[in-house]
T-cell receptor
Framework: DGGITQSPKYLFRKEGQNVTLSCEQN?????MYWYRQDPGQGLRLIYYSQIVNDFQKGDIAEGYSVSREKKESFPLTVTSAQKNPTAFYLC???????????FGDGTRLSIL | AQTVTQSQPEMSVQEAETVTLSCTYD???????LFWYKQPPSRQMILVIR??????QNATENRFSVNFQKAAKSFSLKISDSQLGDTAMYFCAFMKHKMSDMRFGAGTRLTVKP
């Protein structure tokens, strides 16, 4: 079955450490997205990519970085510059246009 | 910038009854898209229903229907014959042209009681 796979499900970061969250899709979707979800808030867009080797900042990109070397993959790195990284991270993808997004199951990141 | 407001942080309903979740939004656009997403305890985001602003007819999907009031910028979700599996967070979302424009409300936590 086609879908989006995020890994790991749970991740812990030490102070000053960079960590990378994986997102893979086999839906042949062009666009991929990273969202952050905090308690009591809706999803906020971190980065998105509409084509391989190209990506744009969303509303809260500071302290994060991404790459899009393959259509299927859109990893998110939470850098040490992100001072409050504890959150639930969701990856999504969709075809070009106004089709509804497909979401992964998420990664919960916590600080040790 | 578009904003989406869900004024009910939490709601509860008895099984088999009907419940309505509220959503308002702010935009100067005339054409756009509105969505309701469900996030059960498993945390997966599931599309419940979508509405295109140029369509006057309210969208319906089985037990889920919307009341779209374009002039009032209101987009409420009605769940009929509530089931225990409807227990989840529900997010209202607005999209202008493309998915990178999408904005989400803060969510309403719905509990269906047996």
């Amino acid at each position: 079955d086609g879908g989006i796979t995020q890994s790991p499900k749970y991740l812990f970061r030490k102070e000053g450490q960079n960590v990378t969250l994986s997102c893979e899709q086999n839906l042949n979707h062009d666009a991929m997205y990273w969202y952050r979800q905090d308690p009591g808030q809706g999803l906020r867009l971190i980065y998105y990519s509409q084509i391989v080797n190209d990506f744009q900042k969303g509303d809260i990109a500071e302290g994060y970085s991404v790459s899009r070397e393959k259509k299927e993959s859109f990893p998110l790195t939470v850098t040490s510059a992100q001072k409050n990284p504890t959150a639930f991270y969701l990856c999504a993808s969709d075809r070009e246009g106004n089709q509804p997004q497909h979401f992964g199951d998420g990664t919960r990141l916590s600080i040790l | 910038a578009q904003t989406v407001t869900q004024s009910q942080p939490e709601m509860s309903v008895q099984e088999a009854e009907t419940v309505t979740l509220s959503c308002t939004y702010d935009t100067s656009e005339s054409n756009y898209y509105l969505f309701w997403y469900k996030q059960p305890p498993s945390r997966q985001m599931i599309l419940v229903i979508r509405q295109e602003a140029y369509k006057q007819q309210n969208a319906t999907e089985n037990r889920f229907s919307v009341n779209f009031q374009k002039a009032a910028k209101s987009f409420s979700l009605k769940i009929s014959d509530s089931q225990l599996g409807d227990t989840a967070m529900y997010f209202c979302a607005f999209m202008k042209h493309k998915m990178s424009d999408m904005r989400f409300g803060a969510g309403t936590r719905l509990t269906v009681k047996p």
